[in-house]
């Protein structure tokens, strides 16, 4: 097989969650392009049913799967209804995340549960539910989301960079788990990209990370879901258990003093 044909997902199924906006639909379209059928969730049908729409214009299949995630009782019916509509799981994205920006002192239990609900109790259970088909099929493909935020440190993002650190761990637990089983886990840790979080953004931040990044610039959801398509496809056979960062150079240095 050709570099470029590894690239390609014909025959696959992806579940991607996040999938009605930002650098999950982005994702959901790139998996299409390749040649995946798409199980998308997220909370709101309409948003994910204009995704769906453009997953079939790309003539490939789409579900549709709303669900709130901080329901552990929903993640195992979204893998059950993926494999009995498509027959089997191939690549799982865990996309979805949100953000509360908070002094420590002022974090609540309720803000706790918030955040952690949804980046990683989700992410982990998600996963587990996931893991179970693939470990039974010996195959699988699973991609997180962790965060620049891993590595660096922010006022008022204590439980966004608590949850992203844990994520990376997760992900290289879960390689080394079932590496035996030909399942690759990986992390994406992106940068600023612009996305409808990263748009609530005052203008004096978003002047910052101009000015921060090497690059000069916030980066694309497309610039993303390059990586992202990598590790679902067979060119990532022997790469696991890494936290690959898509950052614009920030993370190597400032690009202004």
């Known amino acids: 097989m050709g570099v470029f044909?590894?690239?390609r997902?014909?025959?696959k199924v992806a579940l991607v969650t996040g999938a009605s906006k930002g650098i999950g639909a982005e994702l959901a379209r790139a998996y299409a392009e390749a040649g995946a059928d798409l199980a998308l969730v997220a909370r709101n049908r309409d948003d994910l049913?204009?995704?769906a729409a453009s997953v079939r214009e790309r003539g490939r299949r789409a579900l549709v799967l709303p669900a709130d995630l901080t329901d552990l009782a929903a993640i195992p019916p979204l893998v059950a209804q993926t494999v009995a509509e498509f027959g089997h799981l191939d690549v799982l994205v865990n996309a979805a995340g949100i953000n509360r920006r908070l002094p420590v002192l002022e974090v609540s239990p309720a803000d706790w549960d918030f955040v952690v609900n949804t980046n990683l109790r989700s992410v982990f259970f998600m996963c587990q539910a996931a893991?179970?088909?693939m470990v039974a099929r010996q195959?699988?493909?699973i991609v997180n989301f962790a965060s620049t935020n891993t590595f660096r440190s922010f006022p008022d993002l204590s439980l966004y960079a608590l949850t992203k650190a844990a994520i990376s761990r997760l992900t290289a637990t879960l390689a080394v788990e079932w590496a035996p089983y030909n399942i690759q886990v990986n992390a994406i840790a992106p940068g600023w990209v612009d996305t409808p979080m990263t748009a609530t953004m005052a203008s004096?931040?978003?002047r910052w990370v101009d000015q921060h990044v090497p690059?000069?610039?916030?980066?694309?959801t497309a610039e993303v879901a390059g990586l992202g398509l990598f590790l679902a496809s067979p060119a990532s056979n022997y790469a696991t258990g890494?936290?690959?960062v898509v950052d614009g150079g920030f993370l190597a240095g400032s690009g202004w003093v």
């Open 204 to 206: 004096e931040r978003k």
């Open 242 to 244: 890494q936290t690959f």
């Open 139 to 141: 195959s699988g493909k």
């Open 49 to 51: 049913e204009r995704v």
């Open 9 to 11: 997902l014909e025959g």
């Open 131 to 133: 893991g179970r088909h």
């Open 215 to 220: 690059a000069g610039r916030f980066g694309t």
């Open 5 to 7: 044909e590894q690239l």
